[in-house]
């Protein structure tokens, strides 16, 4: 096997073409998002979709060559729902939108509540390729801050590098109040039901302004007067109407955790140089050669992955193939330790496994405690299914 990355190149280069052979030649790279980096801050010990996601692997159509398609996805009909509303929210100038922001966030000491259309600054952020609009964000940032004017960025364009691969967001809008403070906004097609919306997705909201939050820190250490809010400003629709309404998400949790754990991801770097050559994940290439480059990279399943990841119908029929507790989640899994097969639990539990390991002694004692309390509850048979005439 060669060495990786060869000598004599320079490494971004060479990193740079190794993760386009992983791709396949001619399939363009899917870029990351929030919501994919969310995904992944979730699940830092999975070199699997770390490799895949740097190397911007459309894992989508991947899953569908392994005969495992992912079942989840944003119908058409939700999708149009939510352009239409979010252009509600953002139609005349942003009116409504710095509004609501005002209202719930303030704008600062002193300065005044946003005006009617014409008088917020909605700067125009358009310019070549993701690094050209990231470049112009950036810029627009800087001078509103300095500007001390209320600012609404739409769906500005962020930078950020993830396990040595740089990311491209775009978050639906960032506002800069007069006091300089920068302020993340989501806006989401699903109700807030008096005031409320469903916690899974306030929480998955909230994961994913977190990781905007976290590269506009990075353009805000080096603008003067610049600070980024810890709490993002949710906008969804009222009740079961179209007109937009809001609450406060405090993401410092999000923020904190989604730092460490990108920071742990593995880099990009150290998988692609621990696989052989000629290893891809081209969707074109036949089934049966694609599962065992899949298999040649660690995956740390657990059954979140099933709301997160394309690849989480195929890891979990290799999880379950491979016997793994891994399939029973993580917190079951921490509790087993060195026990890692559904097999050796098993037979742990019936006395068969290692009595000096304290995990298979308590494994036994509680099988033991459960067979007791089994058999004293067995005695005297329950009458009812008797009386009723139940055949069980
Ligand atoms: S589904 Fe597979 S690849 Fe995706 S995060 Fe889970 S273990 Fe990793």
Known sequence: MSSFPPSGLPQTTTLRQRLADLRGPAVPPRPLDARALAALAANPGCGRRALLDGAGVDKTALA?????????GQSQFAMI????????????GGAELLRLVYEHLGAGADAAEPGPAGRARVPDLTAAGPEGRAAR???ALREATAAAAWTL?????LALEVAGSPAYLEPDAVVVHPDGRWTVVEIKSFPMIDGTADAAKAGAAARQSAVYVLALERI???VEGAAVGHRALLVCPKDFSNLPTAAVLDIRKQCSVTARQLARLTRVEEL???????????PSRPAGELTEAVEAVEAAYAPECLASCELAFHCRERSRTADAVTSLGRSVRGELGALTTVGAALAAAAGA????????AALHRAARLRAEALESAALPTDPLPEALGCPC
């Open 137 to 139: 964000t950036a810029l």
């Open 64 to 72: 569908s060559a392994l005969g495992s398609p992912a079942a989840f």
């Open 353 to 360: 496994g290692d009595q000096d390991d304290p995990t298979a």
């Open 272 to 282: 692609a140089a621990a696989l052989p050559e000629g290893l891809s994940f081209d």
């Open 220 to 222: 805000a250490a080096v």
């Open 81 to 92: 729902r939510g352009n239409s509303f979010e252009a509600k929210v953002k139609g005349d």
């Open 153 to 157: 960025l739409d769906h500005p364009m």
